[in-house]
């Protein structure tokens, strides 16, 4: 078996390792800065494409395909619900991010209100 498989399967893993924590972190997190709100999604974003690329690079050799699949099954069924809870959390902090850019925009209109009501 290649190379390719290898570093497929441990680029999929440390994804998924590194994911199962960031899905953690951003259901319980405590810390919901923009700044480390923007750093969550960017985390996401990072193990999402780890993953992906992970498992394009375990599926590349076809003539070892099924010897690859049976060695790292486990990593392959883990994918889709870390996968999954990615997306979930990922929209959370969406969520949040957009909270927080509405509140700049209300408070700029309520400080242009409050200008407009001292100048007449």
Known sequence: MG??????ALLMMGGELIGI???LVGLFALNNT????????KGYAECLTAIIIGGGLLVSDPEHLSEVISETQWIITLSGPVILGLLIVALIDYTRLKRFEQEKV??????????????T
Request: hydrophobic share 55%; proline share 0%.
């Open 3 to 8: 190379l390719l498989w290898a570093v497929g």
């Open 34 to 41: 923009e700044l480390a709100v923007r750093d969550r999604l």
């Open 21 to 23: 924590v960031f899905i």
């Open 106 to 119: 209300m408070k700029k209109l309520g400080e242009s209100i409050a200008k407009g009501l001292k100048e």
